[in-house]
């Protein structure tokens, strides 16, 4: 096992990977910026290093000043958490090269599956079926001709796009030049990468993502379906486990190919690989892996019954996964809402600023992961989630009347949040029969403005 551990994040998944090296006796070192030196994860972590100014790109993107901090405080291995560096497989490379361990999986993989049109190719040949598309493409008059062939509507997409960003959906073929070029203009500025592919585009389709782990002992398991359909511009609202959407022949099916794919590309560490299924939960369609862990984890730890980051962290030390991972089965039902310091009834605008008064739900199946605090100034550089609620329950309608409840008690004051849309969202009968798809919040935001 390591003796101590970097953790190359901020916010809630900071503390998160904290307190599970201190539930596994690591030393853990947080790096911070100058806009997160009163953030938690600096005062519990046994070590902190200050890497830079509040813009990530003058801190946590630094991965030259992560693997200084690294080396001057002795640890042996980096935890990226999720977004920043947690995807780059140069930085991997660059762990490995400076002899300490990334955990998660190895830089080719990364690089393999974190490019979108060859993670689409890998799919294909090993019978994980995708939608029609295109390779990658760089010139929008020579897309326009693939989007053509393909037959509209298609999904313009970033290859190295995430987080929504560097995607497009094009209807008419009198808009595609433009839609194309924002896409890769977007994903350039975001990514340094302007290339583009193409994906037909399924209508009203459901987004399931299936949470994967392996180990260097020969298991490659899956752990179950997240239902992330309920998102505004490609952004998750409300996640839940399992997916009230999925029959078990079509569960099994996915969790199968979900399988077989990390089998083929030797995949070690946790990761989530992400389908479409259409409307009518026949067919499903390989969309793209992320080969680290995601927001929405805990809905799955409250259903199998696992720790997923304490997982993580034992894998890449090269233990087997823990016996009661490999045998976990599910039980109950389980809701996330990510609380984000936004405005939802002025466009979703940022409201960063402080926090005046901060009071958390409990209770019975209530958990909530978050580094804030009253007093606390949520600074404007980073995205908005300043705290995931995660209520689990025996059944989804148990589950759904636990989330009302914590949403109701929970009390913040200084900053707007996304809680009163959660709260709609919760009470619509379209949320409690199940019957959402990825475009559903867009369809209510536009009913409310008429």
Request: proline letters at 5%.
């Amino acid at each position: 096992m390591f003796k101590r551990v970097l953790v190359a994040n901020r916010g809630e998944i900071a503390l998160r990977i904290i307190r599970a090296c201190r539930e596994l006796d690591v030393e853990s070192v947080a790096v911070y910026s100058e806009a997160d030196v009163d953030s938690m994860h600096v005062q519990l972590a046994d070590d902190a290093v200050c890497i830079g100014p509040g813009p990530s790109k003058e801190s946590y993107l630094k991965a030259d000043r992560i693997i200084a901090a690294a080396e001057i405080t002795g640890a042996d291995a980096i935890h990226p958490g999720y977004g920043f560096l947690s995807e780059n497989a140069r930085f991997a490379e660059i762990c490995q090269t400076s002899g300490i361990t990334f955990i998660g999986p190895s830089a080719s993989v990364i690089s393999m599956m974190g490019d979108k049109a060859t993670a689409r190719a890998t799919a294909v040949a090993n019978g994980v079926p995708i939608t029609p598309g295109s390779g990658i493409m760089v010139d929008a008059e020579a897309a326009l001709e693939e989007a053509k062939k393909i037959g509209l509507p298609v999904m313009i997409k970033a290859t190295a796009g995430g987080g929504g960003r560097g995607m497009r959906p094009c209807f008419e073929i009198g808009e595609f030049i433009s839609l194309f070029r924002a896409a890769s203009n977007e994903a350039l500025a975001a990514f340094g990468n302007g290339e583009c592919y193409l994906e037909k585009l399924v209508i009203n389709p459901h987004h399931i993502e299936f949470q994967i782990i392996a180990d260097s002992h020969g298991n490659y398991i899956h752990l179950g379906e997240r239902d992330c359909s309920m998102q505004r511009r490609n952004q998750k609202i409300i996640e839940e486990c399992p997916s009230p959407l999925l029959t078990p022949e079509l569960r099994q099916r996915m969790g199968e190919a979900s399988v077989a794919l990390i089998k083929a590309i030797n995949y070690q560490n946790a990761g989530t690989i992400e389908y479409l299924v259409d409307e009518k939960a026949e067919n499903f369609y390989f969309m793209e892996m992320n080969t680290r862990i995601q927001v929405e984890h805990p809905v799955t730890e409250e259903v199998m019954g696992c720790e997923l980051i304490k997982e993580q962290i034992r894998v890449a030390a090269g233990e087997p996964l823990s016996r009661h991972v490999l045998q976990a089965s599910p039980r109950g039902h389980s809701i996330e809402c990510r609380i984000n310091a936004e405005d939802p009834y002025n466009n979703f605008t940022p409201s960063p600023g402080t926090i005046d008064l901060w009071y958390a739900p409990g209770g019975k199946g209530v958990r909530v992961d978050t580094h804030v605090y009253s007093g606390y100034s949520v600074p404007p550089y980073y995205d908005s989630m300043i705290a995931k609620l995660i209520v689990t329950g025996a059944t989804r309608e148990i589950a759904i009347a636990r989330m009302k409840r914590a949403l109701g008690e929970f009390m913040i004051r200084g900053i707007k949040t996304t809680i009163p849309f959660q709260q709609e969202i919760l009470a619509h009968p379209d949320f409690a029969s199940g019957n959402y798809d990825i475009g559903w919040v867009s369809r209510f935001i536009e009913e409310r403005k008429s």
